[in-house]
């Protein structure tokens, strides 16, 4: 792990695990190769956000649904049929904005970096399993009012038919827009 605190507030992550919940098996939850975030401080004290590229490197993440339907991402052990704590819901303010929707004109990304990524979800209920395998997504900057080139690629498969599989690859601009969100 390394910290920085000038001019960047950042953190860099070596290889990292991360288990599930102690009821589903050894498997990781989550694994990442690498990952770094840093963020400059003097603009936060103008309460703007800038954020430097977003890296995730090796990213492996499997998702569990055990034959009671039990979640491996679930770390609360709540029962299935009990509600979310209160007030978790994002609720408009007095202007009708969300509160995400308000914070993005301060929010400046330089880019997203994620390659080398691994998603599985896996459902015993129904005995299927389906895979995003090489996974990468980069962009540009990201920023409210100007365009972001997103560049996304990946294999999708399932199980059991394994003659379900895809390769995709887009490349696209779009524009994030707060104020047209609901």
Known sequence: IELHLFPWIGLKLGATKLSGPENFSSQDFIAIGSASVKVRLMPLLQQRLEVDTIVLHGLKATLVTDINGNNNWDF??????????????????????????????????TGLDLRDAKLSWVDARQQSRITLDQLSLTTGPVGPDAPIDIDLSFKLSGEPQPEQALAVHLTTRTLLNPEQQT
């Open 76 to 109: 609360a052990n709540r029962s299935p049929d009990s509600q979310p704590p209160s007030g978790t819901k994002s609720e408009p303010d007095s202007t009708g904005a969300r509160p995400a929707a308000a914070a993005l004109p301060r929010l400046h990304i």
